[in-house]
């Protein structure tokens, strides 16, 4: 079935630094979503993504649905504190309203 | 977009017991999911909640153990039947407003089974 995968697991990063993270697929996705889950909440939507090769920024981040439709990447400019969390892509199965969850990028924050 | 309220927010309970978890919205929805978060991992869907019908359950997910309702458009329950110390995960209620909307989320139900 369809997956996707993110990397990197993890990162560990200083207040300031900029950040990346990507999501890939074995196959095609028409609608790209990237979510941010702080502890003990909900997965909070940041950016949607609709279009190959589309490029949409939300204050700091800055999120690309990739030309093959393969991939997305998610950036993350001057870092702070409550950027802490999971940041999960997502897409839709297949023809369907489900949506499939990436594997999670866990980003920590040093001050 | 809609306000998702789950209850309750986090539970202990006993192996071998149920446990029934609340999905309100604040308006009416065309679609209400639910999903699992297991310890340290990604979503995963339980099943899809069909208003008035039975709910569309995933592989590897069925009714027995997790019953499903959905009486209309603003309210769903999810049952975690007969638990075990395996059922301890994160359980999600999701909705989306209309096709043309992302998923939201609730902020979840924390579930320990001991």
């Known amino acids: 079935g369809q997956q996707l995968n993110q990397s990197p697991q993890s990162m560990f990063i200083q207040e300031g630094e900029d950040v990346s993270m990507n999501c890939t697929s074995s196959?095609?996705?028409?609608?790209w979503l990237w979510y941010k889950q702080d502890p003990g909440e909900g997965p909070v939507l940041l950016i949607a993504?609709?279009?190959?090769?589309e490029l949409t920024s939300n204050g700091r981040l800055t999120a690309q649905f990739g030309i093959t439709r393969k991939d997305s990447f998610l950036n993350i400019s001057a870092s702070i504190p409550s950027d802490v969390g999971i940041y999960f892509c997502a897409g839709p199965s297949y023809n369907t309203d489900k949506l499939i969850f990436g594997t999670g990028t866990r980003l920590q924050v040093f001050p | 977009s809609a306000v998702i309220s789950q209850k309750p927010s986090r539970d202990i309970c006993q192996r071998g017991t149920s446990l029934t978890i609340q999905c309100q919205v604040d308006?009416?929805?065309?679609?209400m999911f639910w999903y699992r978060q297991q310890p340290g991992q990604s979503l995963t869907l339980i099943a899809t909640?069909?208003?008035?019908?039975?709910?569309?359950?995933e592989s590897g997910f069925v009714i027995d153990k997790f019953p499903i309702s959905r009486p209309n458009l603003t309210f769903s329950t999810l049952t975690v039947s007969n638990m075990s110390p395996e059922d301890s995960s994160i359980y999600l209620c999701?909705?989306?407003?209309?096709?043309?909307?992302?998923?939201?989320f609730g902020n979840g139900t924390r579930l320990t089974v001991t």
């Open positions: 993504l609709y279009k190959a090769g």
């Open positions: 308006s009416q929805v065309t679609m």
């Open positions: 196959s095609i996705f028409n609608t």
């Open positions: 909640a069909n208003q008035g019908s039975e709910a569309t359950y």
């Open positions: 999701s909705v989306l407003e209309d096709r043309n909307s992302p998923l939201h």
